[in-house]
C-alpha cells in the first residue's frame, strides 16, 4: 500500500468515527426548567408533589420555569411563589395540553406569568401575577376560563 492509501484510510475512518458521534442525539434538557411531562412524571424539582399523575401540588417555593405538557391535570400552587429572577421567559407554559387548571400560585419576575399556546379547555384561576413584563398570553388557544386572578406588572422598586 502506498503511503497517500494510508492516509486516506486512516482520514476516512477518522471521518466516520466523528459523524458516529454526531449521530449520537441525546435529549437535551435546559436547566432551570421544570416539566411536567406527558407521561405524568416531574422533572427538575422535588418541590412539586403528584397525586395520581392528576394533581400536582407545590410544597415549596420554586426559582425556575414549569412547561407543562401533560393534559388534563391540575397544578396547585397552594398559594407558593413561583419565581423567575427576571432571567427566564414564561413562569408556566402550556403548548398543545388540553383541560390544565392552574391555580392558587404566586407569579413573579418572569417575562410572561403564563403563556398558553394552542392550549384548550383549560382554567386559570385564583393566581397572583406581580412584576412580570405580561400577565397571561393566549395565542391559538380556545375554549380557556381565566378568572380570579390578580395581575399587576409593576415591578417593585
Not at 42 to 63: A, P, S
Not at 90 to 98: C, K, M, Q, R, Y
Amino acid at each position: 500500500m502506498s503511503k497517500n492509501t494510508v492516509y486516506s484510510l486512516v482520514l476516512i475512518l477518522l471521518l466516520m468515527g466523528l459523524c458516529s458521534l454526531a449521530l449520537r442525539v441525546q435529549r437535551v434538557v435546559a436547566s432551570g426548567t421544570i416539566y411536567i411531562r406527558a407521561n405524568g412524571l416531574v422533572e427538575g424539582t422535588d418541590k412539586i408533589t403528584n397525586e395520581n399523575n392528576v394533581t400536582y401540588t407545590f410544597t415549596d417555593d420554586i426559582d425556575d420555569s414549569i412547561v407543562v405538557e401533560r393534559s388534563n391535570i391540575i397544578v396547585d400552587g397552594d398559594e407558593y411563589v413561583l419565581n423567575g429572577s427576571w432571567s427566564l421567559m414564561n413562569g408556566f407554559n402550556l403548548t398543545s395540553v388540553s383541560n390544565v387548571t392552574i391555580k392558587n400560585v404566586n407569579i413573579m419576575e418572569f417575562g410572561y406569568a403564563m403563556w398558553l399556546e394552542g392550549a384548550a379547555q383549560c382554567v386559570i384561576s385564583n393566581n397572583t401575577c406581580t412584576e412580570n413584563e405580561g400577565g397571561i398570553w393566549l395565542v391559538s388557544s380556545t375554549e380557556n376560563t381565566v378568572s380570579g386572578n390578580n395581575i399587576d406588572s409593576r415591578r417593585k422598586k
